[in-house]
């Protein structure tokens, strides 16, 4: 990586960054050829250990949260066990999202146990464009803040497919037609989730912190590339 990570936030206890769509927090099974993890990278970049109080999926990226401490690191941890902080995530979604909702929705862990899982929803906008999809005339889509409550594995991406609409270019639980359209029509391969802001209480100061992310280029790129198509 050419470039350092953008640092969002750093104090004595605690450092945040705003991680890249593709990098994975940690090293992984997963793909062993992976080079490059955002904990090593910070950990090199400020010179010091740190220990990621939460996790965001490698096609994510937004605000990742670490402690600079085994100390802070249980405190941190705690606060997400007990649902005490706040995550908000925006995402590009297949057709017209409801104006607001709750998904309350169970899912399984890789054990098989059944977990409560609920998300909460509001559309922020919708689009229809000149493009035709399957028997449609037209293809339509949502920008969606999600506000998770629970801390389930793939839980955003897994709600969304649940109510019929997936989170653009997600694999394996979006829809791989939309999918293929947004690789041919306007090369876009990122997947459209993104964590936009983190709010806790700071447990050495009891200040609330309110760490905040914009969208990055390459999401808002493809809102550029439909205002030069025909909006309806």
């Given at each position: 990586?050419?470039?350092?990570?953008?640092?969002?936030?750093?104090?004595?206890?605690?450092?945040?960054?705003?991680?890249?769509?593709?990098?994975?927090?940690?090293?992984?099974?997963l793909d062993p050829e992976a080079s490059e993890f955002a904990l090593q990278l910070l950990k090199a970049q400020i010179g010091q250990k740190v220990y990621?109080?939460?996790?965001?999926?490698?096609?994510?990226?937004?605000?990742?949260?670490?402690?600079?401490?085994?100390?802070?690191?249980?405190?941190?941890?705690?606060?997400?066990?007990?649902?005490?902080?706040?995550?908000?995530?925006?995402?590009?979604?297949?057709?017209?999202?409801?104006?607001?909702?709750?998904?309350?929705?169970?899912?399984?862990?890789?054990?098989?146990?059944?977990?409560?899982?609920?998300?909460?929803?509001?559309?922020?906008?919708?689009?229809?464009?000149?493009?035709?999809?399957?028997?449609?005339?037209?293809?339509?889509?949502?920008?969606?803040?999600?506000?998770?409550?629970?801390?389930?594995?793939?839980?955003?991406?897994?709600?969304?497919?649940?109510?019929?609409?997936?989170?653009?270019?997600?694999?394996?639980?979006?829809c791989n037609k939309q999918n293929k359209l947004f690789k041919e029509k306007w090369g876009s391969?990122?997947?459209?989730?993104?964590?936009?802001?983190?709010?806790?209480?700071?447990?050495?100061?009891?200040?609330?912190?309110?760490?905040?992310?914009?969208?990055?280029?390459?999401?808002?790129?493809?809102?550029?590339?439909?205002?030069?198509?025909?909006?309806?």
């Amino acid at each position: 990586m050419n470039n350092p990570l953008e640092i969002l936030y750093q104090d004595d206890y605690l450092v945040a960054i705003n991680k890249p769509n593709g990098m994975f927090v940690h090293r992984t099974r997963l793909d062993p050829e992976a080079s490059e993890f955002a904990l090593q990278l910070l950990k090199a970049q400020i010179g010091q250990k740190v220990y990621p109080v939460h996790r965001l999926d490698r096609k994510t990226s937004g605000v990742l949260l670490f402690a600079l401490s085994k100390d802070m690191d249980g405190k941190m941890q705690t606060q997400f066990a007990e649902r005490k902080i706040k995550k908000v995530y925006q995402a590009l979604v297949r057709g017209y999202a409801e104006a607001e909702g709750v998904i309350d929705y169970p899912l399984f862990n890789d054990d098989g146990k059944e977990q409560e899982a609920l998300t909460r929803y509001k559309t922020l906008e919708q689009f229809e464009l000149a493009v035709p999809f399957g028997k449609h005339p037209t293809s339509r889509y949502s920008l969606v803040e999600l506000y998770p409550e629970t801390g389930r594995m793939h839980q955003l991406r897994k709600h969304m497919a649940h109510i019929l609409h997936p989170i653009i270019n997600d694999r394996p639980h979006g829809c791989n037609k939309q999918n293929k359209l947004f690789k041919e029509k306007w090369g876009s391969m990122r997947m459209y989730l993104h964590a936009t802001s983190l709010e806790f209480t700071h447990p050495i100061s009891n200040q609330i912190v309110k760490i905040e992310s914009t969208l990055p280029k390459d999401f808002v790129e493809v809102f550029e590339n439909w205002n030069r198509e025909k909006l309806l």
